[in-house]
């Protein structure tokens, strides 16, 4: 019987065995917890020691883990060779013809919308609306619920917290984070934080 190791902690790890059981119920699926506040040496030890004959992988985490983390966890894997499918959970409507890469997670109720392009380790969560033409780029989250205008593109690494409505046409740059419920106009620099915490963005700057 193929098998799939799903890593992972807490509650996100749950959910994405719980999404694999419901979509592909005839894999062995095998969770592996880590503990996100390990260092990255006992976490590379850990999946060095799995065995990766006949096994696909998927990493999920949770918000320890967003957005560079969950990426140095897929980075392990995939230099190993293992393959690693991306999760769209039952429910979600993606059209015909959208490109999702390795490692991304679709949650139930999305909706990607014509000619989108999602790169690899993407989550997008439950009820997230797409536009078309939308691109975005690898590792960026999108929280549940949010929405996301036609020809939008999201820059690598960025995310997007819940209530956040973005315009048509609108980039988001790279490592980017909106957390504050908002619709957003206009694009945003790449290291743009607008959080609710801070009454104004903050940039990064030298990193």
Known sequence: MPYKYVVGSGLELQRAMAAWRDVAPELD???????????????????????????????????????????ELMSILRVRGMPMPPLVERGAIVAAGVKILDNTWIGAGAVIQPGCRIGFNVVI?????????????????????????????IGAKATLGMCVSVAHGVEIGTLSVVDKPMRVEANVAAKTFIQSSHAHPMVMVGA
């Open 29 to 71: 699926l095998r969770a592996v917890e880590l503990d996100a506040r390990a260092d990255q040496a006992a976490m590379q030890a850990a999946l060095e020691a799995l065995d990766i004959e006949d096994a696909t992988a998927f990493v999920a985490g949770d918000a320890y883990f967003l957005n560079l983390h969950r990426l």
């Open 125 to 153: 969560g439950p009820g997230a609306i797409v536009g078309g033409f939308v691109q975005i780029g690898q590792s960026a989250f999108i929280d549940a619920g949010v929405t996301i205008g036609h020809g939008a593109k």
